[in-house]
């Protein structure tokens, strides 16, 4: 089994990470990691490329670091662009079985407006895409 673990820029979320590593004890399965940079337009930005990278490389780190913290080899990939669909090629291109992804970060208002990378994912991947909500949230 493989599985593609998609880590956010913007926010962290070990619960994710935590999660993944349960489902790879569990299966055996192997396990990239992918955080994307989130910037289509570099001259519109408010920011340099420079800054999102970095988080997306925070992010990909974290994650891989995390795993390694649990036993579990991974490998690590930014990408640039739009969440959505770099996360899908990554999926294609790792020939995955799975893509893990946290719940949106984005007050509901924001989802709204601007769509949910989870849900679009669950839309649009052609395999099977697990989302992980906060632990505080379940009840």
């Given at each position: 089994m493989r599985i593609?673990?998609?880590a956010n820029p913007e926010v962290d979320?070990?619960?994710v990470t935590d999660a993944a590593a349960d489902l790879v004890r569990q299966t055996g399965a192997t396990v990239a990691v992918v955080a994307v940079d989130e910037l289509e337009i570099e001259h519109l930005a408010p920011l340099p490329r420079s800054v999102y990278i970095e988080r997306a490389e925070r992010a990909k780190n974290e994650a891989v670091r995390r795993l390694a913290e649990a036993g579990i080899d991974a490998t690590?990939?930014?990408?640039?662009?739009?969440p959505v669909d770099q996360i899908i090629r990554f999926?294609?291109?790792?020939a995955a079985d799975l893509i893990i992804v946290g719940s949106s970060a984005r007050p509901l208002v924001a989802q709204r407006l601007l769509g949910s990378v989870p849900l679009s994912l669950i839309q649009r991947a052609g395999r099977p895409v697990l989302v992980v909500t906060h632990p505080a949230t379940e009840s």
């Amino acid at each position: 089994m493989r599985i593609v673990l998609a880590a956010n820029p913007e926010v962290d979320q070990p619960w994710v990470t935590d999660a993944a590593a349960d489902l790879v004890r569990q299966t055996g399965a192997t396990v990239a990691v992918v955080a994307v940079d989130e910037l289509e337009i570099e001259h519109l930005a408010p920011l340099p490329r420079s800054v999102y990278i970095e988080r997306a490389e925070r992010a990909k780190n974290e994650a891989v670091r995390r795993l390694a913290e649990a036993g579990i080899d991974a490998t690590g990939t930014v990408l640039p662009g739009r969440p959505v669909d770099q996360i899908i090629r990554f999926g294609e291109e790792q020939a995955a079985d799975l893509i893990i992804v946290g719940s949106s970060a984005r007050p509901l208002v924001a989802q709204r407006l601007l769509g949910s990378v989870p849900l679009s994912l669950i839309q649009r991947a052609g395999r099977p895409v697990l989302v992980v909500t906060h632990p505080a949230t379940e009840s």
